[in-house]
């Protein structure tokens, strides 16, 4: 059991979910309530409600223009009431009670408009409850002044109270809080604010150390920009609690202000979707990492007044902006000059007026008053750090009239100042820079193994970022292994992959006719020779291919002719991982050619099984173990005497030194098992397993008595290719390697004499499928 505040919970902590008053306006949206209730509400999890769409408005103008204006707040609320229950009697009555006292309460000046404002959360909460006991759901509704009391600023007084009353109600079924509401510390009702059932949900569920608050509203989630006036603007899946606090700042509308501030300390997921939506809603976590850097979203706050006070100190700046919050008084771009004592910020319009009233009262100069002024804000986490995001955005600018570029207090935002009517068109470009997407090149797999299965989760996983980045949709076609393959016209990434259509004569070729002439992106994730004889076919067809296959890429002959033909097509062929996985091996020797250096010699260590099995292998247990491990781990070959006869090792020196144009190398080639313990079928070499340990042990021993270890090693030059096993002493750079990793220790006329060293892992499922991905984004990006 875990506790809080001394009270225990169990470690499945209610999750608080929120409805706000348009969900709650009418009997259809209620309808739609309680649709969600029952398929997202668990009898522990607490209800916060606004009050129905309407009624505050209605209250407000009863306690602005009395009581004449009562009779129409009766009858809409009455046929509210009895348009939702089936029994609405006794509802009925407590509502002509509640507007007796009102209309006493107007008439001898008692109430405040706190307390007035109050009855549209406490009839909201009070008609969900009972619709719900009609319908056999155990709930009990509370009103939020009894267990929630804050200071000026808010902040919940004696939460320990708050939770022990709230946990104390667990069992009677799920608790339907009035939000908005709650009491000050001397006792009094009072409302908290805009937006302030939101407010009452975060501030509960940060109370009850909630995993999830669900604010159940008119949209369904955060979008890339106002749809309204972004009509292309698309969902966003998932943001960060950072990106989210920096929208709420900027005036989302979906993300208010003060909602995020009561999770900063004990996060919870955040999920803003509709009732009855389709979609997963928005998803705000604590933290990810997909998307790093990019633009999430554009914000977009219009008819702001930017005001300029000049010869205000620090102090003082503090003092007015702490009377601007406590006046429910949102600011914007706030910059505070110290040298020059000038403080500018930004208020909406409809708050200029109370605005000027406080600066006139605090004895303030106002020396510039600008209105019609629009803030755009490009948010995203981290994008302050990535220069080339920060750039793009100003680049666009431009050609815009911009008043200020203003940098906020964190990393996540960048925000532009225009006038109103620049804004939308600014916005618009903004969001065609960011997020249009040009039309998705298909791709295909083949190869459904370690690698492959592996590249198809990142894929999935990071599909927004990576659409992102290569500004195009990613529409992954079709998947096949050597026996099926799985195809779609649109895209699979949305879909649970299986393979079940034959594929044991290649019908996925025929399948694939359809885009003979047209750019597709074939992904080689086999080992096959079968589909590398079929690669002029690919890149004849106008295809794009990426390889992990080394078979063509380390053919002299073969990889030629692919290459010329690639050039008449205007095609792509990326090999990236067929070397090291994801070390930049490959694109760091086509760099320094590029720039006029001349490689002289690569040496190290290119297998990262062999250095793996050989790493792990201390003369104790079996070798044939740590090769079956290996295996396992999908750092072999899918047969692993293509590594342990150095086969492999040897097409990645080929491949090598065909990049740095060693073709008249002789060879010198010694597998790392003798070829007679390889010989025959996969299961004749597994079962000869006790022989192959025999061998490797004599090797190990002999080794070990000089001091030295065993290590598979490459080296290339114009003159010789040398893939052997050797007797390496402690000094070799190949000796400190982590198992499994890789180095190349590479020889130029700039690095003479002090090397160019690439070390890191050089096989596995995480980092060659991240290797693919990353040639992936190459093709897309220049495709
Ligand atoms: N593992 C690593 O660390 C690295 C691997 N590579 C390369 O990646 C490739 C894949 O390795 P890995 O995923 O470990 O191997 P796996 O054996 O796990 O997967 C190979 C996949 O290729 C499929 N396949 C075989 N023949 C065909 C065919 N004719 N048509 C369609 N699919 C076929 C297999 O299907 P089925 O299951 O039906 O046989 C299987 O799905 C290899 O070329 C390897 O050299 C490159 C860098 C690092
Ligand atoms: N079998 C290979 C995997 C990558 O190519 C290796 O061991 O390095």
């Given at each position: 059991m875990a506790e809080i505040y001394g009270q225990p919970v169990a470690r499945e902590t209610p999750a608080v979910h929120k409805f706000g008053g348009s969900s709650l306006k009418d009997v259809t949206a209620i309808s739609s309530v309680i649709r969600t209730i029952r398929s997202h509400v668990r009898t522990e999890d607490v209800v916060v409600v606004s009050a129905n769409g309407g009624v505050t408005d209605q209250l407000i103008q009863v306690f602005n223009d009395g009581t004449h204006r009562l009779p129409a707040l009766r009858e809409s609320v009455q046929q509210l009431v009895t348009t939702v229950l089936d029994q609405p009697d006794a509802l009925l009555v407590s509502l002509l009670e509640d507007l007796e006292l009102l209309s006493?309460?107007?008439?001898?000046?008692?109430?405040?408009?706190?307390?007035?404002?109050?009855?549209?959360?406490?009839?909201?909460?009070q008609l969900l409850s009972a619709?719900?006991?009609?319908?056999?759901?155990?709930?009990?509704?509370?009103?939020?002044?009894?267990?929630?009391?804050?200071?000026?600023?808010?902040?919940?007084?004696?939460?320990?109270?708050a939770v022990q009353i709230l946990l104390d109600s667990k069992g009677e079924g799920i608790q339907i809080l009035t939000g908005f509401l709650a009491r000050n510390e001397a006792g009094q009702g009072i409302t908290l604010g805009r937006n302030g059932s939101d407010y009452s949900a975060t501030l509960v569920a940060s109370l009850l150390r909630s995993s999830a608050v669900y604010l159940w509203t008119d949209v369904d989630g955060v979008y890339t920009a106002d749809p309204h006036v972004i009509p292309e603007a698309r969902r966003i899946p998932t943001l960060t609690l950072g990106e989210a606090q920096a929208l709420s700042e900027l005036g989302s509308h979906v993300l208010h202000h003060k909602t995020i501030?009561?999770?900063?300390?004990?996060?919870?997921?955040?999920?803003i979707n509709t009732c009855d939506s389709d979609t997963l809603g928005t998803d705000v976590v604590e933290q990810s990492r997909a998307g790093e850097g990019q633009v999430k979203t554009l914000a977009h706050k219009s008819q702001l007044v930017q005001l300029t006070l000049a010869g205000i100190h620090e102090l003082r700046t503090r003092q007015f902006q702490a009377e601007l919050t406590a006046g429910q008084i949102n600011q914007y771009a706030c910059h505070y000059d110290k040298t020059r004592q000038v403080l500018q910020l930004c208020v909406e319009q409809v708050d200029f007026f109370r605005t000027s009233q406080l600066i006139r009262q605090a004895g303030l100069t106002l020396v510039q008053q600008l209105s019609g002024v629009s803030l755009i804000s490009a948010v995203g986490h981290n994008i302050r750090q990535n220069h080339r995001v920060i750039s793009q955005l100003l680049g666009r600018t431009a050609r815009f009239d911009v008043l200020n570029i203003h940098y906020p207090g964190n990393d996540h935002t960048l925000c532009v100042l225009l006038a109103d009517e620049q804004a939308e068109a600014l916005l618009a470009?903004?969001?065609?820079?960011?997020?249009?997407?040009?039309?998705?090149i298909p791709i295909v797999v083949l190869g459904y193994g370690n690698i492959g299965q592996q590249f198809i989760r990142i894929l999935k996983d990071n599909k927004a970022s990576i659409e992102q980045r290569v500004k195009q949709s990613l529409s992954l076609v079709a998947v096949a292994n050597s026996r099926h393959y799985q195809y779609a016209g649109e895209c699979l990434l949305d879909e649970v992959i299986v393979p079940d259509q034959d594929n044991t004569s290649g019908e996925i070729y025929q399948r694939l006719s359809d885009y003979i002439n047209k750019p597709l992106v074939l992904i080689d994730l086999t080992a096959s020779e079968a589909v590398a004889a079929r690669y002029p076919e690919f890149v004849a067809n106008g295809w794009h291919l990426i390889s992990a296959n080394k078979l063509v890429a380390a053919d002299d002959i073969r990889a030629s002719h692919l290459e010329a033909e690639l050039e008449k097509q205007h095609r792509r062929w990326l090999t990236n991982t067929t070397v090291g996985?994801?070390?930049?091996i490959q694109s760091s020797l086509r760099k320094l050619i590029e720039s006029g250096d001349q490689v002289q010699a690569v040496n190290g260590v290119f297998s990262g099984s062999l250095s793996w099995i050989f790493g792990q292998y201390d003369g104790q247990r079996p070798f044939m173990e740590w090769v079956r491990q290996a295996h396992a781990n999908a750092y072999t070959e899918p047969d692993p005497r293509d590594d342990l006869s150095?086969?492999?090792?040897?097409?990645?020196?080929?491949?090598?030194?065909?990049?740095?144009?060693f073709n008249e190398a002789r060879v010198v080639f010694t597998p790392a098992i003798p070829d007679e313990l390889m010989a025959g079928t996969l299961e004749q070499f597994w079962a000869r397993s006790a022989a192959i340990d025999e061998h490797v042990a004599g090797l190990w021993k002999a080794a070990n008595e000089q001091g030295k270890s065993l290590c598979y090693l490459a080296s290339i030059s114009s003159q010789e290719i040398n893939?052997?096993?050797q007797l390496i002493d402690q000094q070799h750079p190949a000796?400190?390697?982590r198992p499994g990793d890789n180095i190349f220790v590479i020889d130029s006329a700039w690095y003479a004499g002090n090397p160019l060293v690439i070390q890191g892992p050089g096989a596995g499922r995480e980092v060659t499928a991240a290797g693919v991905l990353n040639d992936l984004i190459e093709v897309l990006q220049s495709a």
């Amino acid at each position: 059991m875990a506790e809080i505040y001394g009270q225990p919970v169990a470690r499945e902590t209610p999750a608080v979910h929120k409805f706000g008053g348009s969900s709650l306006k009418d009997v259809t949206a209620i309808s739609s309530v309680i649709r969600t209730i029952r398929s997202h509400v668990r009898t522990e999890d607490v209800v916060v409600v606004s009050a129905n769409g309407g009624v505050t408005d209605q209250l407000i103008q009863v306690f602005n223009d009395g009581t004449h204006r009562l009779p129409a707040l009766r009858e809409s609320v009455q046929q509210l009431v009895t348009t939702v229950l089936d029994q609405p009697d006794a509802l009925l009555v407590s509502l002509l009670e509640d507007l007796e006292l009102l209309s006493s309460g107007l008439s001898q000046t008692t109430l405040s408009v706190h307390d007035v404002l109050a009855y549209g959360e406490l009839w909201s909460a009070q008609l969900l409850s009972a619709r719900l006991h009609e319908l056999g759901i155990p709930n009990h509704w509370r009103d939020a002044r009894d267990i929630l009391t804050v200071d000026a600023q808010n902040n919940p007084v004696n939460p320990a109270k708050a939770v022990q009353i709230l946990l104390d109600s667990k069992g009677e079924g799920i608790q339907i809080l009035t939000g908005f509401l709650a009491r000050n510390e001397a006792g009094q009702g009072i409302t908290l604010g805009r937006n302030g059932s939101d407010y009452s949900a975060t501030l509960v569920a940060s109370l009850l150390r909630s995993s999830a608050v669900y604010l159940w509203t008119d949209v369904d989630g955060v979008y890339t920009a106002d749809p309204h006036v972004i009509p292309e603007a698309r969902r966003i899946p998932t943001l960060t609690l950072g990106e989210a606090q920096a929208l709420s700042e900027l005036g989302s509308h979906v993300l208010h202000h003060k909602t995020i501030n009561p999770l900063l300390q004990h996060p919870a997921r955040i999920i803003i979707n509709t009732c009855d939506s389709d979609t997963l809603g928005t998803d705000v976590v604590e933290q990810s990492r997909a998307g790093e850097g990019q633009v999430k979203t554009l914000a977009h706050k219009s008819q702001l007044v930017q005001l300029t006070l000049a010869g205000i100190h620090e102090l003082r700046t503090r003092q007015f902006q702490a009377e601007l919050t406590a006046g429910q008084i949102n600011q914007y771009a706030c910059h505070y000059d110290k040298t020059r004592q000038v403080l500018q910020l930004c208020v909406e319009q409809v708050d200029f007026f109370r605005t000027s009233q406080l600066i006139r009262q605090a004895g303030l100069t106002l020396v510039q008053q600008l209105s019609g002024v629009s803030l755009i804000s490009a948010v995203g986490h981290n994008i302050r750090q990535n220069h080339r995001v920060i750039s793009q955005l100003l680049g666009r600018t431009a050609r815009f009239d911009v008043l200020n570029i203003h940098y906020p207090g964190n990393d996540h935002t960048l925000c532009v100042l225009l006038a109103d009517e620049q804004a939308e068109a600014l916005l618009a470009d903004l969001h065609a820079a960011c997020f249009d997407l040009a039309p998705s090149i298909p791709i295909v797999v083949l190869g459904y193994g370690n690698i492959g299965q592996q590249f198809i989760r990142i894929l999935k996983d990071n599909k927004a970022s990576i659409e992102q980045r290569v500004k195009q949709s990613l529409s992954l076609v079709a998947v096949a292994n050597s026996r099926h393959y799985q195809y779609a016209g649109e895209c699979l990434l949305d879909e649970v992959i299986v393979p079940d259509q034959d594929n044991t004569s290649g019908e996925i070729y025929q399948r694939l006719s359809d885009y003979i002439n047209k750019p597709l992106v074939l992904i080689d994730l086999t080992a096959s020779e079968a589909v590398a004889a079929r690669y002029p076919e690919f890149v004849a067809n106008g295809w794009h291919l990426i390889s992990a296959n080394k078979l063509v890429a380390a053919d002299d002959i073969r990889a030629s002719h692919l290459e010329a033909e690639l050039e008449k097509q205007h095609r792509r062929w990326l090999t990236n991982t067929t070397v090291g996985a994801a070390l930049p091996i490959q694109s760091s020797l086509r760099k320094l050619i590029e720039s006029g250096d001349q490689v002289q010699a690569v040496n190290g260590v290119f297998s990262g099984s062999l250095s793996w099995i050989f790493g792990q292998y201390d003369g104790q247990r079996p070798f044939m173990e740590w090769v079956r491990q290996a295996h396992a781990n999908a750092y072999t070959e899918p047969d692993p005497r293509d590594d342990l006869s150095g086969q492999d090792v040897y097409r990645k020196a080929l491949i090598l030194a065909r990049q740095l144009g060693f073709n008249e190398a002789r060879v010198v080639f010694t597998p790392a098992i003798p070829d007679e313990l390889m010989a025959g079928t996969l299961e004749q070499f597994w079962a000869r397993s006790a022989a192959i340990d025999e061998h490797v042990a004599g090797l190990w021993k002999a080794a070990n008595e000089q001091g030295k270890s065993l290590c598979y090693l490459a080296s290339i030059s114009s003159q010789e290719i040398n893939v052997s096993l050797q007797l390496i002493d402690q000094q070799h750079p190949a000796a400190g390697l982590r198992p499994g990793d890789n180095i190349f220790v590479i020889d130029s006329a700039w690095y003479a004499g002090n090397p160019l060293v690439i070390q890191g892992p050089g096989a596995g499922r995480e980092v060659t499928a991240a290797g693919v991905l990353n040639d992936l984004i190459e093709v897309l990006q220049s495709a």
